[in-house]
């Protein structure tokens, strides 16, 4: 089988005609005397999409991005330029405008040669071309029938079918070069229902980094379609959500979200080394309750988050964040790392050839418990029970951070009693972990649709958590 | 400007081209668009450069429509190759694609025949090191102001021009140039053991028009420093002003709620309102896309329909929806020359300004950062987290954090009571503070 690093060399350089020598005179045009590190970044991208509404599928779209992304690293400052044509005199252009950083001359010599090779966490497949177009269509409209014979109510089914083909190759001043194939799919169904003149909304989906058999395998693609129909009828019979600080139990799987506003971001290695994150300094002190181990793991086979390589070369890890309720490390990648005296996490990641780099999550989940879930609903006498949630986002620098609830319960006296509406938690990422009473032994992942955006870049991830059972939540509802 | 005027013939050629070829494989109609930028953006920190990024964008979009089905492709790359094989892969899709009678192009007679000159395009060649030297400056201004500023994220200057052209099989084809420029500042105080951060920004198509670095710093300090010592409050019911920043957001939550995808969709909470009252009778709500140096300034919308100036709202009822061709088919109405979005909307501002509007409130909630995506424009409920000061004798009393405000979009729309005369005008959105009818906020 052909690597992926010669797979990548083959797109992404031979179409070029450039030779390692040519990268190697890059390279030494980009190096100077206080210049630190330089890499080059080559992609090639193709997306294609298909959309499904009204019962037919009336939009599909395909979408190529190619290009190389120049940087020059001088101390804490970066230089940066990227090109979208992948063509020897453009990168020369390219690497004189990034090492403009740096002043002064002097060159150094380089020689690119290949990476030691590493373990794989997903095939260098082409997802596109996973199923053929009749079958993608086939495959949209199963989910348009199942969502529809669930019940009558349901009016609207909107599905989406999306699938990504990326091939990098990362070429660095230390002469590694290292390729990776990343494919990726993921399937969305979103579903109205309406009932007597009210209207309500649910959504379910997944997806990893496989092909698009993945939807057929064990009828995902239908249960996304019963659980979004299931999610819009129960919200059809909510009611108001309280308002207030209460206990709060959040159901295992996607509500891992908590831990990446909560914690995940305030643990990048960025804003550690620059002392703007509410954990800066707290490497060794208790942040969570004992019992409480985060982990943030890019080698889970076929994860949407997983990462072979992350975008600066750098073998996925998995780092352990919070052991037992203590501190224990951030993610880096090489930057932070190299100023932080310590070593990149494989965290290092990009939107693509034209955004730099930055420590981000991949797959960020806690380690399960020994309660059984039903024992920790029981343990509530008047609290929230939220198991699916939409998005969040964190202040990192005051921790506050907030996630929605897109499908919540009451719990009475220890009962799961009736659904309300959806809601917006807030909470302080420090603390809010220390409150975490009972651990449940259900650690589920989440189905594979989550995309993390800081500074505009946008990346996948992934989340995961068992069922806890938080003292002390703000739950921001109007039943008050 | 010769080269931008060359550029962008070369770009209409392109278009041409695509559409030559779309035709050449048996499609009954098409339309593409291109759209090439450059820029520069440079962030400063603790008074030294950190990052110098030079941008270069293009991107070309193609649709193609066989009778009623449609496909479409686009591309990064320019190459012939790389653009017939885009044009290739749409009519590919559109092999696949279900016939939807209300799929094609917008009709005819809409084409904007005259493309005005909207004064978009002021590019600015800013050196790189003077460039840095603003963000210094700005930071500098930010930091000095006060001890307690003990950390910077910095101060970024980004300038960006570039050029937009669409054209499709009906003979339409038309392309302008535009510029935009901004400048921020974010630091970071300390007060005790807890850290808060603030920032502030400037932006404009003109670089004339940007605030002055210091005055950015100054705001971006000011604005730090003013909530140091925040806390939180006990869960209650109060009336909110949602200061003019975030008062844009509820405006953002009308555009979703009365755009035909979600109307046709029956997925708004303000399905059936044309002709209805949506706001008290003070509000008007008008969209102006032809704005000289607007923000969002644009003569034709991504069908090439020429844009005009409209009233959304009108002694607080509903005017019109915002429907680009195909939502306007799927309602039996016609297009508003909104297909891509709203372009300027303005609300009209009242006699107070910020201090007055406190004043009227008297105790409640002042609200000037909201957190989290929690609005639900199927049935208009809404919470959300929030941050800000709270209010007593129309005076400011502490900040607040780490609360959330929840109501419903459509009591919180007929029951605003005043919106004020402080102008937000750096957005596609402009609008002064609103003060609002009580909402619950949750906290301790």
């Not at chain 2, 450059?38 to 030294?48: D, H, P």
Request: aromatic share 6%; net charge negative; glycine share 12%.
């Amino acid at each position: 089988m052909t690597s992926p690093c010669e797979i990548a060399r083959a797109t992404l350089l031979t179409p070029a005609n450039l030779q390692e020598s040519d990268l190697n005179r890059v390279m030494d045009h980009l190096l100077s005397t206080q210049v630190d590190a330089a890499d080059l970044y080559f992609q090639s991208s193709r997306l294609e999409s298909w959309v499904l509404e009204d019962s037919i599928v009336k939009e599909g779209s395909y979408n190529i991005e190619q290009g190389v992304g120049v940087r020059a690293i001088s101390g804490e400052k970066t230089g940066f330029a990227y090109s979208d044509e992948i063509e020897l005199n453009r990168l020369l252009e390219a690497g004189r405008t990034a090492r403009a950083i740096a002043v002064g001359g002097g060159n150094s010599r380089i020689k690119v040669s290949g990476g030691a090779s590493v373990p794989a966490y997903y095939p260098s497949m082409n997802p596109l071309q996973s199923l053929n177009e009749v079958e993608k269509i086939e495959l949209l409209r199963s989910i348009d029938a199942e969502a529809r014979s669930q019940d009558p109510r349901v009016t609207q089914v909107i599905a989406s079918l999306v699938a990504v083909h990326d091939i990098i190759l990362v070429v660095g001043s230390d002469g590694s070069m290292h390729g990776d194939v990343r494919p990726l799919v993921r399937c969305n169904v979103h579903v109205i229902v309406e009932q007597n003149g009210k209207r309500e909304q649910g959504s379910s989906g997944g997806g990893g980094r496989s092909g698009l058999q993945f939807f057929l395998d064990h009828q995902r693609a239908l249960a996304y379609a019963r659980t979004a129909t299931r999610q819009a009828l129960v919200n059809l019979e909510a009611r108001d959500a309280p308002a207030g600080t209460m206990p709060v139990v959040l159901g295992p799987g996607w509500p891992g979200v908590l831990l990446h506003e909560a914690i995940g971001h305030g643990l990048e290695g960025d804003f550690n080394r620059k002392g703007t994150s509410a954990f800066s300094g707290r490497l060794g002190e208790r942040v969570a309750a004992k019992g409480c181990t985060v982990v943030d793991d890019g080698t889970l086979p076929n994860r949407r988050g997983s990462l072979t390589l992350d975008d600066e070369g750098v073998p996925g890890q998995r780092t352990v964040l919070i052991e037992n309720g203590i501190l224990k490390g951030y993610m880096q990648d090489r930057l932070n790392a190299r100023l932080m005296g310590t070593q990149s996490t494989g965290n290092g990641r990009r939107e693509s050839y034209a955004h730099l780099p930055m420590p981000r999550m991949t797959n960020t989940y806690m380690l399960p418990g020994d309660h059984e879930p039903e024992a920790i609903i029981a343990s509530v006498a008047k609290g929230l029970y939220a198991v699916n949630f939409g998005g969040g986002q964190v202040d990192i620098t005051s921790g506050k951070f907030v996630f929605s609830a897109s499908e919540a319960y009451l719990i009475e006296n220890g009962k799961v009693t009736h659904p309300v509406k959806g809601a917006t938690l807030i909470g302080n990422g420090p603390d809010v972990l220390t409150k975490v009473s009972m651990v449940g032994n259900d650690l589920q992942l989440d189905e594979g649709v989550g995309t993390c955006g800081k500074e505009g870049q946008s990346v996948p991830v992934g989340v995961g958590q068992p069922t806890l059972r938080v003292d002390e939540l703000t739950v921001g509802g109007t039943n008050y | 400007m010769n080269d931008t005027i060359e550029r962008q013939e070369y770009l209409q050629q392109l278009v041409h081209d695509l559409l030559g070829e779309a035709k050449k494989l048996g499609a009954s109609a098409a339309e593409a668009g291109v759209s090439s930028d450059s820029g520069l953006s440079v962030t400063a920190r603790l008074g030294e450069v950190e990052t110098i990024e030079h941008t270069r964008d293009q991107g070309i979009g193609i649709t193609v429509y066989f009778g009623h089905r449609k496909g479409t492709a686009s591309t990064s790359d320019f190459s012939p190759e790389a653009l017939r094989d885009t044009v290739r892969a749409a009519c590919n899709i559109a092999k696949f694609t279900t016939d939807d009678p209300c799929s094609g192009l917008a009709d005819p007679e809409l084409m904007a025949t005259e493309i005005p000159d909207l004064d978009l395009f002021h590019p600015w060649d800013i050196e790189v090191d003077e460039a840095v030297a603003l963000c210094v400056e700005c930071e500098h201004s930010a930091r000095e102001l006060d001890p307690r500023i003990t950390n910077s994220e910095g101060a970024s200057l980004n300038t960006q021009r570039g050029l937009q052209v669409y054209g499709n099989s009906h003979g339409f084809i038309g392309g302008y140039p535009s510029s935009h420029h901004s400048l921020s500042c974010a630091v970071v105080g300390q007060q005790g053991g807890s850290m808060q951060r603030d920032y502030w920004y400037t932006s404009a198509r003109t670089p004339g028009e940007l605030e002055a670095p210091a005055a950015v710093g100054r705001r971006a300090g000011e604005r730090t420093l003013a909530r140091l010592g925040a806390r939180r409050i006990g869960t209650r019911v109060a009336p909110v002003i949602f200061q003019a920043e975030v008062a844009v957001s509820l405006l953002r939550s009308l555009v979703g709620a009365i755009s035909g995808s979600a109307l046709y969709r029956h997925s708004s909470f303000l399905l059936d309102q044309l002709g209805q009252p949506v706001f008290p009778e003070f509000v008007r709500i008008q969209e102006n896309p032809r704005l000289p140096r607007g923000q969002a300034s644009a003569p034709f919308d991504n069908e090439g329909v020429a844009t005009y100036a409209k009233d959304l709202v009108t002694g607080g009822i509903l005017q019109s929806y915002l429907l680009g061709s195909y939502s306007a088919r799927k309602l039996g109405m016609q297009t508003t020359a909104n297909a891509g979005g709203v372009r300027n909307l303005i609300i009209e501002s009242g006699n107070l300004d910020l201090s007055g509007l406190l004043d009227a409130m008297g105790e409640g909630l002042l609200v000037t950062e909201m957190m989290g995506s929690g609005t639900n424009l199927v049935t208009g409920d809404y919470s959300r987290g929030a941050a800000g000061f709270w209010i007593k004798g129309g005076e400011i009393q502490h900040p607040v954090e780490e609360i959330t405000i929840a109501g419903n979009l459509k009591a919180m729309f007929t029951g605003l009571q005043s919106v004020g005369r402080d102008e937000e005008r750096r957005g596609s959105i402009r609008t002064g503070s609103w003060l609002m009818a009580p909402m619950t906020i949750a906290g301790e």
